[in-house]
């Protein structure tokens, strides 16, 4: 069955952003490289950032999300053991060959043995948050991991991690930082030129997932939707979990109804 769309929903916001979209995009064809404007600035690596490090906990974490040393060197995943990150794996954000910033994402999480309000507590006392970014960077303007897509296709995550275990999979996967993609980041994709597009969300954010498409297909891309199992999201499955979502994903069809643009 297909995922359908009629591109009337949403009124005049929706097709005031399909206008944006196409005035970005006919933009965007006067540069040669995905950053076309002049809004990203290159971020440095933390100091204390380690691409080499030998810490037990961080391997130990790296081997839990089953990354191995070659796919370390890859995404140049690296880790923290004092300052600012301490105790965080940093994941650089490189795009057209220039790092634009990174995520900080903490090898621990509040402790499974607590309850729903424990773990509040918990993240307060701690001043806990899993994951994050240097100052200035504009995520939403960037596609982790769009440099090692070479393939005729790509899947879009919503995590760094997602993206790197879809990619060991299917070797052409990209994260946006969330549920949402910009308006930027869909002239970037547009821009690799595709054949094919995967949207593959944590489980429960099919809605978003059809927004995404939505825009896509109206910049011509054909999209499929990938239903992730329930209270999971792409970096906790299995490389055959992987490949099953993704050959049972769902072709999106939109409905053309802008009579009154």
Partial sequence: SNFEAKSVINGYGFVNRYSILRKRLNKSKQSKTYSYDNELTSIKLPDYYNGQSTNSEYKSYLKGRGISSPEEKLFKIGFCDKGFYTNRVILPVIQDNKLYGYSARSIYNPPNDLTNVGKKVWVKVNNYKKTL???????????????????DYVVITEGSFDAIAVHKCVKSAVAIFGTSMSITQSIL????????????????????AVIIAKDLAQLGLNCNIVQCPKNLDPGDLSSREIENCIDSSQRFKLKKILTFI
Avoid: A, Q, R, T
């Fill in 133 to 151: 970014f240097p100052k200035g960077f504009c995520k939403s303007k960037l596609l982790y991991n769009l440099d090692n897509c070479k393939k």
């Fill in 189 to 208: 994709l547009k821009k690799h030129k595709p054949k094919k597009v995967y949207i593959f969300l944590d489980s429960g954010f099919n809605k978003e």
